[in-house]
């Protein structure tokens, strides 16, 4: 199995940026489609972005899109999430997971990591 760990989450002023890192161990990332994930206090888990196994593909939640960006570096068995013209309403503990059965983009989420906070201040 793989095992994730999130990072680079923080308390950031509206309209600021953060890069999140979602680093891997125990197995090569780039056998896993990756996605990330967020969870406000009192909402269902919302999904935010996916990316393919190559990184050529990708896709958004609409109401991210243009904000976010997901990437991933499979030779330092990293991915990202970079989150630009951050607003209050995206926080929330953010998730990184990955999918290694499943084709895309019907991802199917095996592994999951402990989730970074990321909070925005107006």
């Known amino acids: 199995q793989v095992q994730l760990a999130e990072s680079g989450g923080g308390l950031v002023q509206a309209g600021g940026s953060l890069r999140l890192s979602c680093a891997a161990s125990?197995?090569?990332?780039?056998?896993?489609?990756m996605g990330w994930f967020r969870q406000a206090p009192g909402k269902e888990r919302e999904f935010v972005a996916q990316i393919s196994r190559s990184g050529v593909l990708a896709r958004y939640a609409d109401s991210l899109k243009g904000r976010f960006t997901i990437s991933r570096d499979n030779a330092k068995n990293t991915g990202y999430l970079q989150m630009n013209s951050l607003k209050p309403e995206d926080t929330a503990v953010y998730y990184c997971?990955?999918?290694?059965?499943?084709?895309?983009?019907?991802?199917?989420?095996?592994?999951w990591g402990q989730g970074t906070q990321v909070t925005v201040s107006s």
């Open positions: 997971a990955a999918a290694y059965d499943s084709r895309w983009p019907a991802y199917e989420y095996d592994y």
């Open positions: 125990g197995r090569t990332l780039s056998s896993y489609g």
